[in-house]
């Protein structure tokens, strides 16, 4: 059965400092796509950074990384120099064929810059 | 380049009630979603549509239903409303299958 796990609730980081969030996930498809969403205390989701599961390299977006471990079936998300404006809920997510390519989410991590 | 938009904003109802819950996507994405997202709690999927067609149904009962226009924007359509239908409903859409979801801004609904 697919699965995402996020084991981080919440989580609070000074500014400026690296954060990483944690996503392991679980599925016996080979092809899969892994996916970092935020969600502001606006609501909106806002797509951060996506990484197939036969990309080589691992995906980068500006200040987010995605540390893509596939023998231990990790995604991780890394922030660098945090600013206040990344405080709020991030979520992890996987869609594969034995999902119909709908998103399987993980729980979320709460993400509190402190100033 | 225009993102998804989703209307109203923001809504209240009694129990009881119908409600509809509109969605644009973006220019050129064919494949629209349906999530509800409760007050602290992760996204359940609702509704996937493709090309005018319900691909994919999350487990939700029958009075939670929906379609897709010829120029795929999309309707949720909620009826009989119960206090706990009382959430964030977001709409997503994407450029083909497994391509990556795009969010709008969400639909507060609140059941009295």
């Known amino acids: 059965a697919q699965k995402i796990t996020q084991t981080q609730p919440g989580m609070f980081v000074q500014e400026k400092e690296a954060v990483t969030l944690d996503?392991?996930?679980?599925?016996?498809?080979?092809?899969?796509?892994?996916?970092?969403?935020k969600q502001p205390s606006s609501g909106e989701m806002i797509f951060l950074i996506y990484q197939g599961s036969y990309d080589e390299q691992n995906a980068t977006e500006g200040r987010y990384s995605l540390n893509f471990q596939k023998a231990r079936k990790s995604a991780n998300l890394v922030i660098s120099a945090s600013q206040l404006g990344d405080s709020a809920m991030y979520f992890c997510a996987m869609s594969s064929l034995d999902s119909n390519y709908q998103l399987i989410w993980g729980a979320g991590t709460k993400l509190i810059i402190k100033p | 380049e225009a993102g998804v938009t989703q209307s109203p904003t923001h809504l209240i109802k009694t129990r009881g009630q119908q409600v509809t819950l509109r969605c644009s996507p973006i220019s050129g994405?064919?494949?629209?979603?349906w999530y509800q997202q409760a007050l602290g709690l992760g996204l359940q999927f609702l509704l996937w549509y493709d090309e005018g067609e319900e691909r994919n149904r999350g487990n939700f009962p029958p009075r939670f239903s929906g379609r897709q226009f010829p120029n795929y924007s999309s309707e949720l359509n909620v009826n009989a409303l119960e206090l706990e239908d009382s959430a964030l409903y977001l709409c997503a859409s994407s450029l083909r299958i497994q391509e990556t979801q795009y969010f709008g801004p969400?639909?507060?609904?609140?059941?009295l």
């Open chain 2, 29 to 33: 994405h064919t494949s629209v979603y």
């Open chain 1, 23 to 37: 996503c392991t996930y679980d599925t016996s498809d080979q092809s899969y796509g892994l996916f970092w969403y």
């Open chain 2, 106 to 111: 969400g639909t507060r609904l609140l059941v």
